[in-house]
């Protein structure tokens, strides 16, 4: 079976990392998020300095240093689902120079049921489990199934941060988009059907395209 390098955009709530997960389990292949390459290579010399000066001191990490902890994490692998880079133009350039993809995929999800996802989300003070109060609700209202903590929202998915995180999306990675498509290379799902709908039509999109 081969082993794809796949790219998946969209707005958050999209289901990425959902699908991320699904890619993996069907191809044997690494997930690589910006966020756990960060994390494990936190102390890797750039010519920028290392991610963990910047994150230590609250503040983002620079495009190049994002790029060079990116690269090395892709050339560790034979295939990968890539979820949250390229955040921008100037990264989407620099990821066409360091590796082939073989899909490009845009997960479409429309403002108002992104809104509705996000802000729904609730998760477990005590172990951590995740619910919606609409698409996974607990069995008692405000608490957990499991251990019977309190069912809290966390501050990034209230209203204001959720607006202001998909206005951030339009605005960063709409380029980001845009670039692809006029390359002819992005392949638009639509993620409003149910997890395993959504599954269904990218990996039909993995499968001719590899």
């Given amino acids: ?62 495009d190049p240093v994002v790029d060079e902890i990116v690269r090395a994490a892709l050339e560790d692998t034979d295939g990968f689902a890539l979820d949250g880079y390229p955040r921008n133009l100037s990264q989407a350039e620099y990821l066409d120079d360091i590796t082939d993809l073989d899909l490009v995929a ?32 607990p069995e008692e209202s405000g608490v957990c199934d499991g251990c019977g903590g309190e069912l809290i929202q966390r501050d990034d998915d209230d209203d204001e941060t959720v607006r202001e995180r998909l206005d951030v999306f339009d605005e960063n990675t709409q380029p980001v988009v845009d670039y692809y498509d006029d390359e002819g290379e992005l392949v638009r799902i639509d993620g409003h059907g149910t997890p395993d709908e959504v599954w269904e039509a990218l990996h039909e999109e993995i499968e001719a395209a590899t």
Wanted: proline residues 6%; charged residues 25%.
């Fill in 106 to 137: 845009l997960l479409e999800v429309d403002r108002e049921e992104l809104m509705a996802r996000l802000t729904g989300r609730r998760i477990c003070d005590g172990c951590g489990s995740n619910y919606h109060v609409e698409f996974n609700p």
């Fill in 1 to 62: 079976m081969s082993q794809p390098k796949v790219l998946l955009l969209g707005p958050p709530g999209a289901g990425k990392g959902t699908q991320s997960s699904n890619v993996v389990d069907e191809y044997g292949v690494d997930h690589v998020t910006t966020g756990d390459a960060l994390r494990a290579n936190k102390d890797m010399e750039t010519d920028h300095g290392t991610p963990r000066e910047y994150m230590e001191a609250g503040e983002l990490v620079p």
